[in-house]
């Protein structure tokens, strides 16, 4: 499924005709680094399990989700926020283009991502809750909000539910955007259950994300590490052995809640193994 998914963002990248000497070029540049691609994977796998006949059809809606990420990536690591030198093993754009091109590229992918998904061959009505969905989450009530709390509150420490609120909506949203935007293509009924799950996936993925920052290198992570100390972070706030813990607790809670979704519990269950060890 990655393989697929990388031909067709290939072959999907807006291309902008103009005199600018790099535009397209750092347009392209965070989209082409790689990654894990988690989100649209989320997504396309529960189609792919759910309703495999419309996988096809669900690729734009993939690529819109991680056009959405990518660009919360590039201003998350503008100098006014994490100020960070590069990002998936590649130089950050305000790096290499300048801080201005960095914001204006992150403000192309996220507005494109609404033109790629609605130029989707999805029904109209699933178009329109697909882009109800992705607007919500990654909005002022969902990543926004999550990456305002963490850049105001930033040496202020908060409790566990503030850290888990903020990395909520920072974090999680848009994980549990691509499990729910997989069902409304499907069609399938699990709707709610999916994106409650999503919530949970999500923040256990900040837990191991948090973790990941402060026991490896820059070279084994793909972006700097270490960077956290004056963030609110899940090993800040409870120390790397508690954090530890409560990644392992979370994961088995999952694993249990995973076990309900018959069809895609096994998909979960793989999730679970492969990433949060």
Known sequence: MLEEFEKFL???IIKTKSFHPFYNEAYEKMLNAGGKRFRPLLLLNVVKICNPLLINASFHAALALEMIHTYSLIHD???CMDDAPFRRATPTLHVTYGEAAAVLMG?????????????????AKTKVRLCEILSFNAGSGGMALGQAIDCHFEN???DESELEFLHIHKTARLIAAALQMGSVITGSELEEKLYSFGLELGL???IQDDIIDAVKSKEEA???????TNKNSFVNLLGLTNALLKRDAKVKELKAKAETFEALGGYFQKILDTNFK
């Open 156 to 158: 202020q420490p908060l």
């Open 204 to 206: 256990l993925f900040q």
């Open 107 to 123: 403000d192309a992918l996220n507005t494109d991502a609404f033109l790629i998904l609605m130029n989707s061959p999805l029904d």
């Open 10 to 12: 290939q072959t999907h």
């Open 77 to 79: 690591d503008l100098p």
């Open 222 to 228: 793909g972006k700097p590490t270490r960077n956290d």
